[in-house]
């Protein structure tokens, strides 16, 4: 019994030294709501980083948090464009299986300090580190020359944001980073992602979910488009005849 009581003596350090931190994280609206006047949002997330015995580990490395913010996947058909005979048409395309509709990341330091390109693929931490799906069997060369136009396209639209260093942690426990919603947002399911990560290792990793919807008359136009397409599409035909037929009418009595 005494050996016994002994090694559980011994032990119990070791495994509380094996215990790893917890996250808890938020986000300062759980649904953001569309509505014909919405010009974005800022969107606020935070939380606290608890370590095993409530204790900051002494002679530790700083860790880093990483907060990735993604929008639904969708599938991406992407055309190159060729100027023939001085007139532009399209040439080469590639289609995308599964890219995310949005993506923003921010983190305490440039990711490339953080981690290493193995990690950054496996968490699909950075820009050039998205994990597209092409469906297209091109060459790899062809295959990076679209993948970069894609972020290239989605970054200029506001939909693919990176900003190192915008990730404040005060004493070493709590964390708090803005990502920036642009008014072009799609609407769906989206996810708020925080790593942990010291000596390129994520040590944690915590998810929350964030809805992004319609409101108002736009909610209604939207779900009459999923619920009930065809006759949502035969009342915009009768609808644009109508308004046609009324400024004809107009145009000829003036």
Do not use: C, H
């Amino acid at each position: 019994m005494r050996a016994r009581a002994a090694l559980l003596v011994v032990a119990a350090p070791l495994a509380m030294g094996q215990a790893k931190p917890v996250l808890v994280p938020d986000v300062s609206q759980r649904a953001i709501d569309i509505a014909y006047s919405f010009t974005g949002a800022d969107l606020l997330l935070f939380g606290a980083i608890l370590y095993p015995g409530g204790r900051v580990p002494v002679g530790e490395k700083p860790a880093d948090i990483v907060v990735v913010v993604k929008g639904p996947t969708q599938s991406i058909l992407l055309r190159e464009k060729e100027k023939v005979a001085g007139i532009w048409v399209n040439a080469a395309s590639a289609r995308y299986r599964s890219a995310p509709s949005f993506y923003a990341i921010a983190s305490s330091r440039p990711i490339a300090d953080i981690v290493d390109d193995r990690a950054r693929a496996i968490y699909e931490l950075g820009l050039d580190s998205l994990q597209l799906s092409p469906v297209s069997t091109a060459a790899p060369d062809v295959q990076q020359r679209f993948g970069r136009g894609l972020v290239d396209l989605k970054s200029r639209a506001g939909l693919y944001l990176e900003n190192p260093r915008a990730v404040e942690i005060t004493d070493s426990v709590l964390y708090r980073a803005r990502v920036t919603i642009p008014a072009r947002v799609p609407v769906g399911r989206f996810t708020a992602e925080t790593f942990l990560i010291r000596d390129g290792r994520v040590l944690a990793a915590a998810v929350r979910d964030i809805d992004i919807r319609k409101s108002g008359f736009e909610r209604f136009v939207a779900r009459a488009a999923e619920r009930a397409g065809l006759l949502y599409g035969a009342v915009a035909v009768v609808l644009s005849v109508g308004l046609g037929w009324i400024a004809g009418a107009v145009a000829r009595r003036f």
